[in-house]
């Protein structure tokens, strides 16, 4: 068993990885971290994860692998010497997800802890970055509204049927704000009540932009990202609006079906992706790693209409970390991953 | 007092109707119809209504002015002998909100029952038709979407700034859906999950395209409606992102201010709509007739993005009922709709 | 109009009395108090009492009438000057509900900061003493759990049916919480899930101790009051649970009808208590002052059980302040306490 | 591989099976049935269980293993011919958990359809019954009620430290009425809400009386059951009063601790009882098979206070129905089982 440390487990994404962990067969979570929780056992701060017999500590020991769920620039910090020593490293946070370290230190207001590792650091979507994911020794894994914008967009970017102007709206459960208290989370507050909110510019934006730009070479992008807060725990609904490139696909009704065979082609074999053949709800993908796609044409306005859902402490965080582990270490890429749902 | 009806009180449009009335300081509900729970006492069908003294029956009986809560085609064929009678009536279906009958049987399916009436019906979305609705005596309350989604655009249609190539994404509350049971809203399902649906167009978007052309005339209307189903029980959340016209706005970051300036003359003086400093939530709205505008500019993008918040049953639909027929009756416009949200 | 003072309005108490005292036809608020938010619009602190034209301050000025919204201890500090100086206040913490300080200090673990008062103090429970509000100068606001667990055990009570052996399992929505963030009302956290907490004694069980000795003087009590935490914003629904006294109530299925004829009794004329021919839903006194009671038997153990729901922050805390208001000022008991339930 | 069939999939306890059965080790679902979607995929109507190539059909065919999920009556007319042929079987209806078919028919209103099966059916309640199972051909599944009741109870009802004389009050969540639609279970009207339901009687309590009273033999039992509903989705959270037996416990604080050591020695070696040091919430147990209890005294009215927690569809109904499986047939008690809660 490959030994798995986790850095700062007592968020959501660390507690995820424990319990995705628990039933993997060729990795073991050894050591975790946590510094407001030191000296805990890792049962007192979260009982689910029971079985786990496990004390937080201050620092990772004795591990061949690490994930860090650490926040925007402590994960640098604490990641930096770890890939210098060779360990193979994903990191959760938006760390190494920009290439360009001025586009870093404009979005995120800080100066890029560790830019000389950029260049290493390989984008972790599995779907857009495979091979690379496969050599990396340093994987940056995607934010949650990156990986239901990009992985919704994909096929129809790369096959050139729509055009450069996009709005993505995306809906997401209130754990992708994370552990930390506020009154937008606030139970009273966030129950029964939608919200848009980072009207000025979300940080995933950059990130949703440099990727579109790799698949899309060339063209000047105008492309607006606009969160929203909806009351449940888990789940990212993003749905993207896109005006259809001329002569793309069939005029009418024909570009329904055409646009769903593009899409079906494009993520055939995808072990986390599913081209479904209706409206998918985010609760099909409650505790699992898939990411489910309905693309289809507002043929009246002639717009690409494409949905995506995900839950966003999985695919959009702790499940795809482990994909990503999985294939940096050469273990079957679904390795752990194939818990099912839990619905209703 | 005026003696008022209630066709259909048993949905949850009706039943909003008879809360908000209780409180009306002209207006009396006297009679109250539904078809299944005839000869039930309303407040066995609804508990929170237990003041009100009101057998439910088949017709309304001795009524100056009459309100149908029933589905549509249903509507039109219990409306119309009223109405040829001389009663003033707010329909709340959407059986008179499209002009033309053939979209109305497009959309709709059935033939109209009553076209000769459509051409004295009036849209009764007061801020944008108030003068008519004072003259009509036959009002068609507009949908719920529509409501979010007209008052979020109309300021920046009228004025030019935007191009007619409109994505207005919603977010609904289940409420919406009415009283009639379906898997969709069973609890278990629609809890702690967020789905699209009408994605092959939903039959609100023929009457946002119509409101929209009347705004703007001549334009070749490019417009994608797409609804969203949020577990919660009331409120809408509209956004709406339209590309900026040349030249409409100042450039850069001064678009913000030019454009909130624009929406609050815009709606100064009305006293249902609030052109909000801060994003709102739809839960600012709970139980209450306001409708909350918050317009911004996506100045990356160049796109105008105008959020609104409204609650469902009330601005719209009930609420919105008894604006327009205090307008019709010449009563304060606000009469009866002064009770503030419920927030938490 | 009555000048009306709150102190600390922004806690959710505090903001439901603004809510409900806008509509109120012989009070208005004049004058808001909350250290945090000094300095601040009342709007901008909560948007939906937008109409509110009230700058948040630090101390109350120019009123006739004062409630108090603080926490223990600082409630008492604040309140204790203003009775002396011969203000009539409503005290909605937990100051002056108890009459024996010792006790107080035993459960509040502070030494009260007024006890010379506590001889003057009313318990604010009007369907138990109601002549007492109407003299007082002030009132204890009784604590959510005791008015949902007094209301439903005081007809038994009184009339000798039941034996003074009790037990009270209490839900209560969040809300309960007040606005103070925790982990535990973390949303992620605190939805889709039940709790029961306070498992070593929670303060309100003297509160309710000490008011049922007063029904049921010399018997000796054995209470278990148990409350629980569920996922919805507003209610808390109680169920009692007591051995029938022997001849206390006809034996077999006739126990019901007569229980039941023996709370209408008690109730009947009581403006916010309904004895209800069905059991309730705490969305039935949604945002409305009303406390719902259904008493009934479990014929084959011979014990009473009876349910009531109330708003947590209406008839548990603000609207019942504005009630004893009402009582001690000589308004109509129901002033401004007419708005129905907002339902569903 | 075991091939197993379950009737009747297309309910959530149904589903729950398939979800569960997927990653067994020793299992396989190759046969599932159920009337109203025979012939379709059962990822067709059930989109989270995708990857489980299976058809809907009217009967099982080529199995080793049964489990009904079909409701009362109707299942046992389907199991009886399978049990007689020899067909291990589960049934998680009620209609083999009573002894009596007198009393089955009272609770239930219809005459039980196999009465000669119930001296051979054993109620599947493995920590009471784990012997018998291990022989049985057909197990009787335990109501998701009287599970978490039981085990609450039992170590305290076996060791003689209470009184027959037990208060259970119950919170479940939604899904527990099951998939077929309600006026109750309509989301609008179930969420946000709390209520008792079932004062009158609920059909789990004569289940729970039977398995009480061969605990305790000899013993009057007085039992009251009250179930409620709360919005959410999964879990039941019960909490059980007793009185304290003369001399049970030391006197005191004492009893706390001696009561948590009673109930640790009696669940020790369970695999899916835990005796908490901290009071559980229902969602510590999401997804998952686990029983979390929490004994505790409330010393000043001398009673016993235990709260359990579950998932109403797993241990509740399938995670204990696939428990009593692998009781059945020799398999390692927890196999398929071991997937950790998804919290939060």
């Known amino acids: 068993m490959t030994k798995v440390g986790i850095i700062n487990v007592t968020g959501y994404a660390g507690a995820e990885l424990a319990r995705l962990l628990y039933l993997h067969p060729e990795a073991q979570v050894v050591s975790v971290t946590g510094r407001s929780a030191a000296g805990k056992a890792l049962s007192q701060v979260f009982p689910h994860l029971w079985p786990l017999d496990l004390t937080v500590t201050e ?23 770890l890939v210098r020593q060779g360990l193979p490293v994903v990191d959760i946070s938006a760390d190494f997800r920009l290439a360009d370290a001025a586009e870093y230190q404009r979005w995120y207001g800080v100066e890029h802890p560790a830019p000389e590792l950029l260049s290493q650091a390989v984008y972790g979507l599995p779907e857009l970055h495979r091979a690379a994911v496969r050599e990396a020794r340093l994987v940056a894994n995607p934010g949650c509204y990156p990986t239901g914008a990009l992985l ?19 809906k997401s459960g209130v754990s992708g704000a994370g552990r930390t208290l506020g009154l937008v989370y606030h139970y009273a507050e966030a129950n029964e009540s939608v919200s848009a909110y980072a009207l000025d510019g979300h940080r995933h934006l950059p990130e949703i932009v440099q990727e579109l730009a790799r698949l899309w070479p060339g063209s000047p992008l105008r492309v607006t990202f606009q969160p929203h807060l909806v009351p449940m725990t888990r789940g990212i609904l993003t749905t993207c609006y896109t005006p259809l490139a001329d002569g793309g696909l069939p005029a009418g009704e024909g ?6 065979e593009l899409y079906e082609d494009a993520y055939r074999g995808e072990p986390f992706v599913r081209v479904v053949p209706e409206p998918p709800q985010t609760k099909h993908t409650w505790g699992n790693n898939l990411c489910l796609v309905y693309p289809t044409v507002d043929v009246r306005a002639g717009r690409l209409v494409v949905v995506s859902c995900i839950d966003n402490l999985v695919k959009g965080a702790a499940g795809q970390a482990i994909q990503n582990m999985n294939l940096m270490l050469g273990f079957p890429e679904a390795a752990g991953l194939d818990q099912l749902a839990v619905y209703p």
Chains 1, 2, 3, 4 share one sequence.
């Open 152 to 170: 919704a967009l994909a096929p129809a970017a790369r096959a050139g049927i729509i055009q450069p102007d996009v709005v993505i709206d995306a």
């Open 59 to 81: 620092e990772l020991s004795d591990v061949d692998f690490a994930f860090s769920a650490l926040p925007h620039a402590a994960s640098a910090e604490a990641v930096a010497p």
């Open 255 to 260: 570009a329904k079906a055409a646009v769903r």
